[in-house]
């Protein structure tokens, strides 16, 4: 969740920017229902978002995991409650202290353009993506501390990384760390964020072709017969073909579902959910996602947000239940945590913790010394009017209507004599300046079964300027050991401490404010079976056939 970043944040914001799923997988009712399933046909999927890589070991974006996914396999495959089963890897080891993973391979798979898949193609995948020259603005952190992969024979391959990595099973269940062809690898080089031809991978369908601006088409593979265990059957897709047409405009969308001109439309705005659900030719796939909540994040190094009084003022100064409720029609919930319900080790406990509170924030905003007001009514001090930098970016990247939840924070704000300002910015000096830590707030999500992004979020070692993803900047020992920490044990009850423990923190140093808890709605034509979405809330097709 995630765009982008050209640095994973950015895009991360840009693509969910970023999806994730409810609580695992879930399939569409009447589908399920729907008898046996055929095989053929072609199926088009609408979505709002245009991957700028189709590259999976460089994008951090959201629907470069939900297209890729279909291309590309991993090594484990994760279930709807968080247990993993064999995929590319039919069984595994873990060392005891979490830094040596032993996987042994599955025989007879084959990539696309006929090479097989074995242990030489992990390492030189994995190796791909930490080289410095890939830019990887997502997969080089799920690798995290990795420092290699030993080829033990064919199908045996070891990973080794510095120290614990107690999330790397996760990760390695994300399209993110799949597996390009060595050949294509080498062949292709630069080039494979072009997808296309570019894009070999193992999974049950291939890349042919890519209309910049309209759509990607996906064919059939009809050599696969690797899927894991959990799926509904063995052997090559149902479908013949799947496109899926980039469509931005909302209206576009579900106008296009509701004619018939696509068969599933993804994401279904709050606004038109109560639609779709009275059309009897259409049903919703619902899944709330889990990961990082969509939230504001607060640059601590910017003034005046270097000032907690602030942060706090910020925090407890915008009406988020209003705004959410307002902008979402209670599709999207409030959020209490930097992560969501589904997401495990959440904290209930901070739920209805800190609500709206103006007069606080004017206190602190008192005590901060902003105690004068200018001929706007923003406050000053020094001479100085509290200011704060919040930039948008290209209309083409906003997602959620989170423009016009903005429009309302601002107001919210102005009350309190806050000042907003929002230009509007080219993608490229967006994630130059985000990334730097030039702007004072950011705003995105990021999907993931994880805990773990937690870590990603709030360690300092997560610098946006050494690839990380922590855009708070904030450094603070206790955040930095607890991630660490539960980076290193298996044991569910000190995790469950260590992350609740970080999520109180982070609430109390205001240095992210969560907004909403995404949550993903799909239209489909009831002719459309068997779909279903992983924990991640990217829609599966492999299952997924056309009936009447």
């Known amino acids: 969740m995630p765009l982008d970043r050209s640095r994973a944040l950015v895009l991360t914001a840009v693509g969910s920017l970023f999806l994730a799923a409810c609580s695992g997988a879930s399939g569409t009712g009447k589908g399920d229902a729907a008898g046996k399933p055929v095989s053929g046909g072609s199926l088009t999927y609408a979505v709002d978002t245009e991957p700028v890589s189709f590259d999976i070991h460089a994008s951090p974006q959201d629907i470069t995991g939900a297209i890729q996914r279909n291309v590309f396999d991993s090594l484990v495959h994760q279930d709807a409650d968080g247990e993993f089963h064999p995929w590319l890897a039919t069984k595994w080891t873990v060392s005891d202290d979490l830094k040596t993973f032993t996987f042994q391979l599955r025989e007879g798979v084959k990539f696309t353009d006929g090479t097989p898949f074995d242990a030489q193609a992990v390492k030189v995948n994995f190796d791909r993506i930490v080289d410095p020259a890939t830019k990887s603005q997502y997969a080089s952190s799920l690798l995290g501390p990795y420092t290699g992969t030993t080829v ?37 080089g630069g080039k494979l964020s072009a997808g296309g031809a570019a894009d070999v991978g193992t999974g049950p369908f291939t890349f042919t072709s890519y209309t910049k601006g309209q759509s990607v088409t996906l064919t059939r593979n009809p050599d696969y017969d690797w899927a894991p265990d959990t799926a509904a059957h063995k052997g090559p897709a149902y479908l013949e073909k799947l496109t899926i047409r980039f469509l931005s405009q909302d209206a576009t969308r579900v106008g296009a579902l509701a004619s018939g001109q696509v068969q599933i439309a993804d994401p279904i705005p709050p606004a038109d959910v109560k639609t779709v659900k009275a059309n009897q030719q259409l049903e919703t796939l619902t899944t709330q996602a889990p990961g990082a909540n969509y939230a504001l994040v607060l640059n601590t190094t910017q003034k005046p947000l270097d000032d907690i009084r602030v942060r706090r003022a910020v925090q407890r100064g915008i009406d988020i239940d209003t705004a959410v ?145 922590n855009a708070t900047f904030y450094k603070d020992a206790d955040l930095d050991k607890w991630t ?9 009850d000190t995790r469950r401490k260590l992350y609740g423990d970080t999520q109180k923190k982070v609430v109390d140093l205001a240095t992210e404010i969560p907004l909403y808890v995404r949550t993903a709605v799909a239209g489909v034509s009831t002719s459309v079976h068997g779909l279903k979405t992983d924990p991640n809330t990217w829609i599966s097709f492999y299952d997924a056939w056309i009936g009447k």
Request: charge should be positive.
């Open 152 to 188: 033990v024979d064919d199908h045996t391959v070891t990973v080794r990384f510095s120290s614990p990595v107690a999330s790397f099973l996760q990760a390695a269940s994300t399209p993110y760390l799949g597996f390009y062809s060595p050949a294509a690898i080498k062949k292709y």
């Open 325 to 469: 409720k307002s902008v979402y029609f209670g599709v999207y919930k409030r959020a209490w945590s930097p992560i969501s319900p589904t997401t495990p080790y959440y904290d209930k406990s901070l739920e209805n913790t800190w609500g709206y509170d103006p007069a606080l924030a004017n206190r602190n905003l008192d005590e901060a010394g902003w105690t004068k007001r200018d001929a706007d009514g923003y406050r000053t001090k020094d001479g100085k009017r509290l200011s704060i930098e919040w930039p948008l970016m290209p209309q083409e990247y906003i997602r959620e209507q989170r423009d016009t939840l903005g429009q309302a924070i601002q107001a919210d704000l102005k009350k309190l004599g806050i000042e907003i300002k929002r230009p509007r910015l080219d993608i490229g000096t967006y994630i130059e300046k985000v990334y730097a830590g030039k702007e004072g707030i950011a705003d995105y999500s990021w999907a993931r079964f994880d805990p773990d992004v937690l870590r990603l979020y709030f360690n300092s070692a997560s610098d946006p300027r050494k690839g990380g993803q």
């Open 484 to 492: 660490n920490d539960a980076q290193a044990t298996l044991d569910k």
